[in-house]
């Protein structure tokens, strides 16, 4: 059972327009959300992350929204530059050091 | 460059071997994580050691094993392996343990079982 969805395998997005990925969880234990951007042959690297105490925490140009209610949590990315064209995973951490990660949305910017 | 390192890059080996997988973490860094990520699939989290000890254990077979060493490299063992065990492993690191910080991941190990 995927306790970590991110339903959108793939996401184009005009340069300069927002970018919103998405992710839904099932398990409301989870206290912890990050996103991860990762890039071909590499490996995936750290890009912001959320308690889940706060609905949102912002950095640049990466913010994320967390709806505990919901069970949705959403990085929404602007401007969006050809740079950020990536594969971006969403995670969440249980109460130990167990981290469960979705199976990515590949995001294309288009110049 | 995450300061992680992963050898070898590539593997390619037949059903029923063993094969062994090693990790470094960033200068400084007390835990390691391994990962495994299946065509299509999000990263699955196989076992955590931290300081030499092993702290925390997800989806992992029988059939892997892991270790931390004195010198906090980390080595997955992975024996009679299958077609199924074709995948990438990712090794990463974090200072501590608490869970709550960064993790640093290396460029991973790409393994495919003919």
């Known amino acids: 059972d995927q306790q970590v969805k991110q339903n959108s395998p793939s996401l184009s997005v005009q340069e300069g327009r927002i970018s919103i990925l998405n992710c839904d969880y099932t398990n409301s234990m989870f206290d912890y959300f990050l996103w991860y951007k990762k890039y071909p042959a590499e490996g995936p690297t750290f890009l912001i992350s959320?308690?889940?105490?706060?609905d949102k925490n912002e950095d640049g140009r990466f913010t994320v929204f967390l709806n505990k209610s919901a069970k949705h949590l959403s990085l929404h990315i602007v401007p969006s530059q050809p740079g950020d064209s990536a594969v971006y995973f969403c995670?969440?951490?249980?109460?130990?050091?167990?981290?469960?990660f979705g199976t990515g949305t590949r995001l294309k910017v288009l110049a | 460059d995450s300061g992680v390192t992963q050898t070898p890059k590539h593997l390619i080996t037949a059903t029923g071997q063993r094969v062994t997988l090693r990790c470094s973490p960033r200068?400084?860094?007390?835990?390691v994580y391994w990962y495994q990520q299946s065509l299509d699939q999000g990263l699955q989290f196989l076992i955590q050691?931290?300081?030499?000890?092993?702290?925390a254990k997800g989806n992992i077979l029988e059939r892997f094993s892991a270790q931390q060493f004195p010198d906090l490299h980390s080595e997955l063992n992975l024996s009679s392996l299958e077609l199924g065990d074709s995948a990438l492993y990712f090794c990463?690191?974090?200072?501590?343990?608490?869970?709550?910080?960064?993790?640093?991941f290396g460029p991973g190990t790409r393994l495919l079982v003919l």
């Open positions: 050691y931290y300081n030499g000890e092993e702290r």
């Open positions: 959320i308690s889940s105490i706060k």
């Open positions: 200068s400084g860094d007390l835990s």
């Open positions: 995670a969440a951490k249980t109460g130990t050091y167990k981290y469960i």
């Open positions: 990463a690191s974090s200072v501590q343990s608490t869970g709550w910080e960064t993790q640093y």
